[in-house]
């Protein structure tokens, strides 16, 4: 139990997946005008990783049990992009409202690399790359952590930047410039967990 909580701080707020480890960069910055955007790509994103994490975890499996491993990645690129495809299909015929609202986004979360990174990363969490090997269940409990962390990131930041609209911001620094300046700020906050997480373990 003691490892799953660690788990899950650590991916929320110590290794945040954006601001730690820099990934997803491109919808980070892309989808983070306004906050419901953000919402939307959060949820659409952990949707994908959690269905995704449990797929390539099998998969690697297989991979490893056929001395094919080394074939990971594109495996994993290929079991992502088919599962956005199947979501979307799915959501177009039983949700019609929820695809019209999440339609934006669902492409996007192909070329997202945080759902890939996490995916690799379950590989070394439960494959015994790393100190102690996990199950499925840490896998799905690192996945949705992951995904928290990088949605909590996101709506902050999305928060921010819709402030920034009603700032007196010099000229030179308005857009892409002083959103740059934010999310590093936002990133040494959050790396002030670092000694929270240092003092639970």
Known sequence: MVEYILIIISAVFVNNIALSRFLGICPFMGVSNKVNTALGMSGAVAFVMVIATLVTFYIQKLLVS????????IAFILVI????????????????????ALGV?????????????????VHNLTMGVSEEPYGVGAAVIYALSN?????????IFAG????????DVPEGMKGVPVAFITAGILALAFMGFAGLFQSIA
């Open 147 to 155: 995904a928290i962390g990088y949605g909590l990131a996101l709506t």
């Open 160 to 167: 921010l930047r819709e402030q920034l609209e009603l700032a």
């Open 81 to 100: 992009a088919s599962l956005v495809q199947m979501v979307e299909i799915v959501l177009k015929k039983v949700s019609p409202s929820l695809y019209q």
């Open 105 to 121: 986004f669902l492409p996007l979360i192909t070329t997202n690399c945080t759902v890939l990174g996490v995916a690799i990363d």
């Open 66 to 73: 056929c001395g094919i491993d080394f074939l990971q990645t």
